[in-house]
């Protein structure tokens, strides 16, 4: 079993809408949980991060974990054409030490 | 304000070889990451370095190795490259201010071993 988890998709949804991307954690001992982004042939880009149950949000994203099922969320309000990339949610495990999961490819059409 | 910078961007190895990768961090970043990318791995954490030290190391063989100097930039090798050694090779460089974190990934290093 994966140490982090994550539905590779693709997903693609309309302009506008609300897209959920989630990933499940198997380390119960995890604390701190990362969303990037990465657009293609770039380096991921660090949206969030969190390290305690329930929601934080920034602008139209808002990062949720819930300790108790072991899953992280990431929403995105008001999607735009230029949300279109791939989203990976990674947990810390130890000093610098990232598990990511295997990225969801987003499709946000016009 | 200068973004992380990997050099080269682009290279093509043969099988056996050995290379070097180098990374400069953001001003003021003391740790920097070194991560691969395949598209059947996904990213994989290879090592940490913070103030020249490596704190932490992921599951690689010692064919993967790196240092950092002191001026932070740090630099990975691989030495007896195979073919699966073939990824994209990316570097982050954090620190953590005032409470805040930062991180910022480079644009990486696309390595070919034929």
């Known amino acids: 079993q994966k140490e982090v988890e994550q539905d590779p998709g693709p997903l693609s949804v309309p302009e506008g809408a609300i897209v959920s991307l989630n990933c499940t954690y198997s380390?119960?001992?995890?604390?701190?949980f990362m969303w990037y982004r990465q657009y293609s042939r770039k380096g991921p880009e660090l949206l969030m991060y969190?390290?305690?149950?329930g929601n934080k949000e920034d602008g139209r994203f808002t990062a949720q974990v819930d300790k108790s099922s072991k899953y992280i969320s990431l929403f995105i309000r008001d999607s735009q054409p230029s949300d279109s990339a791939t989203y990976l949610c990674a947990i810390v495990q130890g000093a610098q030490k990232l598990v990511f999961g295997q990225g969801t490819r987003l499709t946000i059409n016009p | 304000k200068a973004g992380v910078t990997q050099t080269p961007r682009y290279l093509i190895k043969t099988r056996g070889q050995q290379v070097t990768l180098s990374c400069s961090p953001i001003?003021?970043?003391?740790?920097v990451s070194w991560y691969q990318q395949t598209p059947g791995q996904g990213l994989q954490f290879l090592f940490e370095?913070?103030?020249?030290?490596?704190?932490n190391k992921g599951n690689f063989p010692g064919r993967f190795s790196g240092r950092q100097f002191s001026n932070s930039r740090s630099e990975m090798n691989v030495s007896t490259l195979e073919l699966g050694d073939s990824a994209l090779y990316l570097c982050?460089?954090?620190?953590?201010?005032?409470?805040?974190?930062?991180?910022?990934f480079g644009p990486g290093t696309r390595l070919t071993v034929t």
């Open positions: 370095y913070f103030s020249e030290t490596q704190r």
């Open positions: 969190t390290y305690s149950s």
């Open positions: 001003s003021g970043h003391r740790s």
């Open positions: 982050a460089s954090s620190r953590l201010t005032q409470g805040r974190y930062e991180q910022y």
């Open positions: 380390n119960s001992a995890f604390q701190y």
